[in-house]
């Protein structure tokens, strides 16, 4: 044994090398293990001296076979750790984070304000019968308010409903008075389109129904969902019209100051009106009144934010969407 072996324990490559060296050095066939047993055979002068000198070898194996081992294991948890390195530092990945489209944010809004005054959120089918879309409304079968209305069919004389109206009829079906509902919802026309005219777009309703509900209840309504979305001292006015589930039937309007030409004019939004008697006859309700309205979505928002074109909020052009993050 020469200092070649203690160059081959300090250089090991790795540990089952290391442990080969140790075996073949100190194992029970080892070479030292063989050197002290051939130890007895030695005349008691020469079994000293080289008792002591192979002790001696034999501490100096261990400790480089130690040494080595411990240097290998360090090598080896400072590569893991290398490979583990987080730097939290680096700044990270950003995610683009999604945002209501402008519609929603809007219609959300006015959710927020009728639920606010007690009203229950209710929505109804876009696939209609033509029992709650007209018939159930007051329209009867040839009656020209039909004419205004004029949508999609489908082959089995279903159609997709032109106002969130029928829902009117539909949760007054399957419920009793008193009650405040608000229904969100999306309706379809057979239109030409154009910039102000969409074959889809969106009404959002209210029904209020009880004992003695008056016309000064729906002015009321109308007036705090105005003051809620203009502030107060907002005013609202209703001008006498027709629609064939309401009577009297009234448009009312809010006045407000146009966000674009700073001009203080009255906002037409929508219809309104007390709840038709006929309409209470078809739903089998007796002894109660009740007011309604229904505007559009659409017109509320371009007005508000000042979207020209109708169609551009079907679209999906983020670089219009990305203009109306967070506004209502
Ligand atoms: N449904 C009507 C339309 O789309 C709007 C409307 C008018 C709704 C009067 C109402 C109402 O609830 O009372 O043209």
């Known amino acids: 044994m020469n200092d070649d072996t203690l160059h081959a324990i300090a250089t090991a490559p790795d540990l089952r090398e290391l442990q080969a060296l140790r075996v073949r050095l100190l194992g029970k066939k080892g070479e030292l293990t063989e050197g002290l047993k051939s130890l007895g055979a030695l005349p008691p002068e020469e079994r000293r001296a080289r008792g002591a000198a192979l002790h001696e070898r034999k501490r100096a194996v261990e400790a480089a076979l130690e040494a080595r081992k411990a240097a290998l294991e360090r090598a080896a948890l400072d590569a893991r750790l290398a490979a583990e390195r987080l730097d939290l530092t680096l700044p990270g990945e950003r995610v683009p984070a999604g945002a209501h489209h402008l519609l929603t944010q809007v219609t959300n809004r006015l959710l927020d304000v009728f639920a606010s005054l007690g009203y229950e959120v209710v929505v109804g089918p876009e696939l209609e019968d ?12 040839d009656h020209p308010a039909r004419d205004t209305q004029d949508t999609f069919w489908t082959t089995d004389g279903r159609l997709l409903r032109t106002h969130t109206s029928p829902m009117q009829v539909r949760y007054m079906e399957s419920h009793e008075p008193p009650f405040r509902v608000v229904v969100p919802g999306r309706v379809f026309r057979n239109e030409a389109v154009d910039a102000t005219h969409e074959a889809q777009f969106h009404q959002l309703e209210a029904l209020v129904v009880g004992e003695r509900i008056t016309m000064a209840d729906l002015k009321g309504a109308i007036t ?8 107060s001292g907002t005013r609202t006015r209703l001008l006498p019209t027709y629609f064939p589930f309401v009577e009297p039937g009234a448009e009312f309007a809010i006045w407000w100051q146009h966000p674009k030409t700073g001009r203080e004019e009255w906002l037409e939004l929508g219809g309104c009106g007390m709840v038709h008697p006929r309409v209470f006859e078809a739903v089998g309700y007796e002894g109660v009144t009740g007011f309604a309205f229904g505007f559009g979505i659409e017109r509320l928002a371009m007005v508000s934010y000042q979207v020209s074109d109708i169609r551009d909020l079907f679209r999906g052009d983020l670089r219009l969407l990305e203009q109306f993050r967070g506004v209502a």
């Open 130 to 141: 033509d029992r709650h879309n007209f018939g159930a409304l007051n329209f009867p079968p």
């Open 224 to 231: 705090e969902m105005a003051t809620a979305l203009l502030g």
